[in-house]
C-alpha cells in the first residue's frame, strides 16, 4: 500500500504547490510509512541549458566532496553549489551546471556515480524539483524546506515498500533521462516486471533498481519518445501492464493517471475551474479543492490533464 | 424534543471517535459527527441502532456494522462493509466495494460508486442513484442491488443467487449472469423502495428496467 498524489493549478501560474502537496501527501501518510518524495514543477525558473544534479554523499569526507566537483567541472563547470543534510543525516550535495544537449546528463550521472560507494547521484533535473528521503512527510518537508516551493503542478508519493529496499534512492518518484523531466508515482505491483524491461534494455535503456516503477517510467518515457502523447501513452499501459496499480505521471505540462483494469488499487479525482486533483484516497483532495464532486478513476481508465 | 450530541471529529483520532460513540450512543436519540475529514473507519465496528450522521465525507470502511447511519458527503471504499439490519444513506458517491458482504439492512448511495459493488453480498438492499463499475455483485449470494445508471463490465460475475436491477445500460454480463424481464409484483417493489428513499422516476421508468439473476445456483458443479 502507497500513497499518490498530483495536482494542476489550470491558469499555468505559479502557486505554493510545495505546501499544497505537503497537505495531500500528509493525509495520506498512513498509506506508506516508509518514504515520502515529490516532484515539484515549474518553480525551478533554469535556462533552457542549465540543470540541477542532487548527489547523495555517505560522508562528509572534503576529498570526497572535491572529487565529485572535478569530475563535474571536467564535462561542465558548477556554476553554484550546496550542502543539504538529508532526514537520516547524510549529506546531499546539490550543484548547477550547463550543458549543451540533455543526452549528456545521463553518461555525467554514470561517471559520478562511479567515483565511489558512498556517492549516488539521486537525480539530474530541469524543469522540476525532485525531493524524496526516508521519513515522515512532514519530516521531509520541513528539512528541504518544501513547503516555500512554488510551481505549476506536481506529484507525490508516500511509500509502503514491498519489493525492494528503503532507502532515499528506492523513494518515488522516479524519473529517466530517455526524455527530458518525467517522473512517475506508482501505488501496486507490476506482474509482468521482466516482460516488459526486457524489450526496453534491448532497445539501450539503463536500470538502475530492480523496482517496478522505474520500469513503468522508461516504459511510458519511451512510448513518448516513439510518438505517443501522455494520454496514449498510458492507455497503452494499461493493455500492456499486468498486476495491480495506479500511478501518476507528469511532464513538464500536465500530469495523468493510469489504473489497472481489475481496479484493485485505488484512485479518486476532483476538478474546479482552478485545480485538477488526483489522489489515493478523497481525504487527500480535501486539503486542496471541494470534495462534494468526488469521481472514481474507474478499472482501466485514464485521466490526463496539461496545462 | 430529539436529544442530538455533536461531536467534532477535527480533534480525535477515529478510533477515540468510535470509542466514544461506542459510550454515549445508547443516550442520545442521534449523533452528528462534526468535520470528518474523510477519514477511515468512522463508526465502524459500533453495532447497536445508533443513528449517526457524518456530516461530511468519509474514507474506508465507514458505517461498517452499523444499523444507522446518515453520511452527507462522499464515502471511500467499503461503506456499508457487512452490515446485517438498519440503513446507511450516503448522500454523495462512494468508492470501491460498496455494500461488501452485506447480510441485511439497506445501503443507499444518491450518486454513482466505483467497482464491485455488493461484491459476495448474501441478502439486504443496495441501491445506486447513479453509475456502478467493473464486476458489481460479483459471487453474490443474496439479496437485491438497483442499479439507476449504468452497470460496468463483467456484471454479476459468477452469481449464484440474489437479483440486480438495472435502468441503464449493462456493459457486459459476467459469467452465469442472464438478463430476465421483470415481473409486475417486480416494479411495484422497486417503484415503493425508490420512493421511500426519493428516487422519483416516471412510471414509464419502471418498464425500462433490466434484471439480472443467475443462470444456475451451482455453477461451478455442472449441477442444477
Redesign the interface.
Known amino acids: 500500500m502507497c500513497g499518490i498524489a498530483g495536482i494542476v493549478y489550470k491558469d499555468g501560474n505559479l502557486h505554493n504547490v510545495g505546501d499544497d502537496m505537503t497537505n495531500m501527501l500528509h493525509a495520506l501518510q498512513h498509506r506508506g510509512p516508509d518514504s515520502a518524495g515529490f516532484a515539484l514543477y515549474g518553480g525551478l525558473g533554469l535556462k533552457e541549458d542549465e540543470y540541477i544534479l542532487n548527489i547523495q554523499l555517505e560522508n562528509t569526507d572534503k576529498n570526497l566532496l572535491r572529487k565529485v566537483q572535478d569530475q563535474i567541472n571536467m564535462i561542465s563547470p558548477i556554476e553554484s553549489d550546496r550542502l543539504i543534510s538529508t532526514t537520516e543525516n547524510a549529506n546531499l550535495y546539490q550543484c548547477k551546471l550547463k550543458l549543451d544537449d540533455f543526452h549528456m546528463l545521463k553518461p555525467l550521472i554514470q561517471q559520478v556515480d562511479n567515483i565511489d560507494d558512498s556517492v549516488v547521484v539521486i537525480n539530474g533535473e530541469h524543469s522540476f524539483s525532485m525531493i524524496k528521503d526516508v521519513g515522515s512527510v512532514l519530516d521531509i518537508a520541513d528539512n528541504y524546506n518544501t513547503r516555500s516551493i512554488k510551481g505549476t503542478h506536481a506529484i507525490g508519493h508516500t511509500r509502503f515498500s514491498t519489493e525492494s529496499g528503503v532507502d532515499l534512492y528506492h523513494a518515488h518518484p522516479f524519473q529517466t533521462y530517455i526524455i527530458r523531466d518525467i517522473s512517475l508515482v506508482h501505488n501496486g505491483q507490476i506482474t509482468n516486471y521482466w516482460k516488459v524491461r526486457d524489450p526496453l534494455e534491448r532497445k539501450g535503456h539503463v536500470f538502475e533498481t530492480n523496482n517496478d516503477t522505474e520500469c513503468l517510467v522508461h516504459y511510458i518515457a519511451d512510448k513518448i519518445d516513439s510518438g505517443y502523447n501522455l494520454e496514449e501513452a498510458l492507455e497503452q499501459s494499461v493493455e500492456d501492464m499486468d498486476g495491480p496499480f495506479s500511478y501518476i505521471v507528469s511532464t513538464p505540462n500536465g500530469i495523468g493517471i493510469a489504473k489497472d483494469k481489475l481496479g484493485l488499487r485505488p484512485g479518486v479525482m476532483a476538478e474546479t475551474d482552478d485545480i485538477f486533483a488526483i489522489a489515493s484516497e478523497e481525504v487527500s483532495l480535501g486539503k486542496v479543492i471541494d470534495t462534494s464532486e468526488v469521481e472514481q478513476i474507474y478499472p482501466g481508465e485514464v485521466r490526463v490533464f496539461e496545462i | 424534543m430529539a436529544d442530538i450530541k455533536e461531536i467534532d471529529s477535527s480533534t480525535i483520532t477515529p478510533r477515540e471517535l468510535n470509542k466514544k460513540i461506542r459510550l454515549i450512543n445508547n443516550e442520545y436519540d442521534k449523533i452528528v459527527i462534526k468535520n470528518p ?4 473507519n468512522l463508526v465502524a465496528g459500533i453495532v447497536g441502532e445508533g443513528n449517526i450522521v457524518i456530516d461530511g ?1 468519509a ?2 470502511f465507514a458505517g461498517t456494522m452499523l444499523d444507522k447511519a446518515k453520511i452527507n ?2 464515502a ?2 467499503f461503506v456499508g462493509d457487512n452490515m446485517t439490519s438498519g440503513e446507511i444513506i450516503v448522500e ?2 462512494a ?2 466495494g460498496a455494500g461488501q458482504g452485506i447480510y441485511g439492512g439497506t445501503l443507499v448511495v444518491k450518486k ?5 459493488t455488493g461484491e459476495i453480498m448474501k441478502g439486504g438492499t443496495i441501491i445506486i442513484g447513479g453509475d456502478s ?3 458489481s455483485g460479483i459471487f453474490m449470494m443474496g439479496g437485491r442491488m438497483i442499479i439507476l445508471g449504468n452497470l ?1 463490465a463483467d456484471a454479476a460475475e459468477s452469481i449464484l443467487r440474489g437479483e440486480i436491477f438495472v435502468l441503464g445500460e449493462i456493459e457486459s454480463l459476467g459469467k452465469n449472469a442472464i438478463t430476465i424481464d421483470l415481473t409486475d409484483e417486480d416494479k411495484k417493489c422497486l417503484k415503493k423502495l425508490l420512493t421511500e428513499y426519493d428516487f422519483n422516476l416516471s412510471d414509464d421508468n419502471y418498464n425500462n428496467f433490466t434484471k439480472i439473476v443467475a443462470e444456475s445456483s451451482r455453477p461451478l458443479h455442472g449441477l442444477e
Do not use: I, L, P
Open positions: 475529514g474523510a477519514e477511515h465525507s474514507g474506508y458527503g462522499n471511500g471504499w454523495g458517491s468508492g470501491d454513482g460508486v466505483g467497482s464491485r463499475g467493473f464486476m460496468g
